[in-house]
């Protein structure tokens, strides 16, 4: 089972990241997918998440309304589209595979850095 996140880096406030997911080793469409961050010293927390078909969808309320989550079953891919960036959207980002109804199967990626600063 491997979840490779890509996409992090250096944006000035205001600017725009695209993270993706790739998922390999299981069979993405049946798994709730993800995406965390996790800042030094803080509790890892939900920014927002996609069912396994993609029909719902939920969000942290500090990102509701900047940020996009999608998922192409096709691609075994999530994204996670981030406008509008603050600097306490710093984190390090991390994709999570739950599968829809069975407890124990649940996945982490490695995580990508996302930095907002001027």
């Known amino acids: 089972v491997r979840l490779v996140e890509s996409g992090g880096g250096l944006v000035q406030p205001g600017g725009s990241l695209r993270l993706s997911c790739a998922a390999s080793?299981?069979?993405?469409?049946?798994?709730?997918m993800s995406w965390y961050r996790q800042v030094p010293g803080k509790e890892r927390e939900l920014v927002a998440a996609v069912a396994s078909t993609g029909a719902s969808t939920n969000y942290a309320d500090s990102v509701k309304g900047r940020f996009g989550i999608s998922r192409d079953n096709a691609k075994n891919t999530v994204y996670l589209q981030m406008n509008s960036l603050k600097p306490e959207d710093t984190a390090v980002y991390y994709c999570?595979?739950?599968?829809?109804?069975?407890?124990?199967?649940?996945?982490w990626g490695q995580g990508t850095q996302v930095t907002v600063s001027s």
């Open positions: 080793g299981f069979r993405f469409s049946t798994y709730d």
């Open positions: 999570n595979a739950q599968h829809r109804s069975l407890n124990g199967y649940n996945y």
